[in-house]
């Protein structure tokens, strides 16, 4: 086991009836800004029943962040954070709405003159953030439970040359954002977030199996390196790992069964709130190319992760052999045959459960075809991702060669 | 899943050469008490390595914290807090020097008039405590990373009549404290605890066995209760216990073994942490017991509980048929025969697991005989436990009835 530092002070209230106690956990004196996305808050009464749990206490609202949430958005809500001098955020909603808070409650400190250097630099030079508090509706990116967010910018989009040679010298602008970079500092942890895994009985099904997936790939980017002999980090892995493929189709087929979508959330929180990646190596090749594809291509983020996991482990499959072997035995069953074929069909049965969930596992199925890879190779080079993987071996040509497997 | 908070502040600085850091994470005008209990801290260079991390800052020591700290012993350091106008605490040691640093800190701050109260309402009239800091080095009780603590008092020793009719009227002292008992507050949880695996190489054999054991059981009474279809709970708590089974032994044949006393090292955090019983039924029953057992007989906690568990689950077996199933097959891999002979194998695996780690399961081993019972029931009647379990069934008789099957 590696050394490692943990520190994860979020409070957790899990369960049916927890946003009630919201009231309790926001300091009395504080002018709260509420933040949610688009209408399914409003629409299925969460909203409401967050506002009467801070009825007569200063309330202001602000709606519209975007699934990615970008940087124009955002700076929007700083502004009206300094406008109204709010002191504590909320956010309602999921990974995207409670990401964004973070950049908002970030940015409202920021001494610099630019807070997009909080994406450039990871959150190196964050000193201090607004405190905020999160109800999570969505189980799928951990974001309620760690210090770390995702941002989109889409003002400066990407210009490509029309592939139809009928339309030579027109430029094309993409429909998606140019850039998607994360950073992640201790000031973000939220004070608290509300888990009731009720609220998220009325997800589409798209949604609830992206957050699947999304929780499943987390798990294994931490899980899925080579052994340092820690077995506790491995079997907390393994046991979120198991519950996924065990009550993600559950929840699927019932939405309202409430010890599955309990199981799915908690299980969504526990992958990325850094306890099973304490002291072992992390590989988030995954995610890094899957953060481009979406701000280049447009594809919801969990389904670049459902087409890039397999092909990662696919070539990496030598350097994570021992692990592949672990994760064929104690997650598939698959103990018979020779090394190479368990490893095969142990990557095969994780294709087969993100497809069986209603979520394709290759680029052709969304449309995206060769031409995308180049851009996106360019695209990492351009954010310094290179060399990735847990033992720094992803070229820029080895995530070529990902890529390709993925199409 | 029940509905729970979940919130646990306390950071990890995991690893070899952690204490280094220990400097950085006390505020830098603090008046230090670093506690400690005998020898071995000294004689092993550990109260060494402590306070050149915190070299030029103002120390005071307080040493002779006993196994089963004491209210009497613990009193004199209040009063050297107050005087010396400590500010931080620093428990340098294993569970029961955390836990007496604990009492320290939450009576240096009591505004009753005898800190005791604090044990007698279990914590509920504690406001704010000192803040504390530790050192571990005897994985074990869980207290570096929670916010309870387990004091006994000693003033008062319990008078018996002489077994021996020849001493009629001659009335005896055990040599035992006649008390004790747990507060809990979240005050009490250590700001930072430093988790160094190689601060355990110099331990015992008993002593890491008896560390071994009382995590073991302390995931067993957060795990072997009832279902509650709790997968990601169930899932962790078994694999702290296959954690426990498989790297145990080794770290007893092993002294020295790094990978070994790490996993045993953050295994025993994480069985008393809070994690693994969020949201799922307990049961105390063998705790509250074997904690009369030691202040009576003077057994080793955990000795007492490597006797009492295996006597719960026989004589709750019915109650906790379905959690005895799934241990019996997750953990000892038994999977043939009927269901009641799964269950009474499961339960002569975990015997047979204690005692191959020396810790012996009836209490004749320990010299103790039926006459001991009496007075636990006596005692757990006076401390207002009864009735015990997660099904709150296991009454006086019942309890009884597990203390006869413990001989």
């Known amino acids: 086991m590696d050394n490692f530092a943990f520190h994860n002070p979020t409070k957790i209230l899990f369960g049916t009836g927890q946003i009630a106690a919201v009231g309790q956990e926001i300091p009395q004196e504080s002018r709260i800004l509420i933040t949610y996305g688009g209408g399914s808050v409003v629409k299925f009464g969460v909203l409401d029943e967050v506002k009467a749990a801070l009825a007569g206490r200063p309330l202001f609202e602000f709606s519209g962040i975007e699934p990615n949430p970008t940087y124009e958005t955002l700076m929007q809500a700083v502004e009206l954070v300094k406008r109204e001098s709010i002191d504590f955020l909320l956010a309602v909603g999921g990974g995207s709405v409670i990401d964004g808070t973070k950049f908002i409650a970030a940015a409202a400190c920021w001494g610099g003159s630019d807070p997009w250097d909080i994406l450039l630099d990871g959150g190196a030079t964050v000193k201090t953030a607004l405190p905020m508090g999160a109800v999570l509706t969505l189980p799928a990116t951990g974001s309620e439970m760690n210090c770390g967010a995702v941002i989109s910018r889409k003002e400066t989009r990407i210009t490509l040359p029309a592939a139809n040679g009928a339309n030579a010298g027109v430029s094309m602008i993409t429909k998606s954002q140019q850039d998607k970079l994360y950073f992640m500092h201790p000031a973000v942890y939220p004070r608290f977030s509300v888990l009731d895994p009720t609220k998220s009985y009325t997800l589409p099904p798209q949604q609830t199996a992206n957050g699947i997936v999304d929780a499943f790939v987390h798990v294994m980017e931490q899980y899925l390196t080579y052994p340092v002999d820690a077995k506790v980090q491995d079997r907390f892995a393994e046991g979120l790992l198991l519950t996924l493929i065990e009550d993600g189709p559950k929840v699927l087929a019932e939405p309202e069964n409430y010890a599955a979508r309990a199981n799915i959330m908690w299980t ?8 099973i990646g304490t002291g072992v190596p992390h590989d988030w090749a995954t995610h890094m190319m899957g953060h481009e594809l979406t701000a280049l291509q447009g594809l919801d983020h969990a389904r670049t992760l459902a087409v890039i996991l397999p092909a990662v482990l696919e070539q990496q499959r030598d350097s994570k052999r021992e692990k592949l072997l672990q994760y064929a035995a104690r997650i598939w069953d698959l103990h018979s045959g020779d090394e190479a074929s368990r490893i095969t069909a142990a990557i095969a049965k994780t294709r087969e459960f993100f497809e069986s969930l209603g979520v394709a596992t290759r680029l052709a199925a969304y449309g995206v075809t ?37 199409l």
């Open 268 to 275: 969504a929180t526990m992958a990325l709130n850094g306890l």
């Open 370 to 406: 060769a031409e995308a890879i180049a851009p996106v190779l360019a695209k990492l080079e351009q954010h310094g991702r290179f060399p990735l993987g847990e033992r720094q071996d992803v070229t820029l040509d080895a995530s070529r060669r990902i890529l390709e497997a993925s």
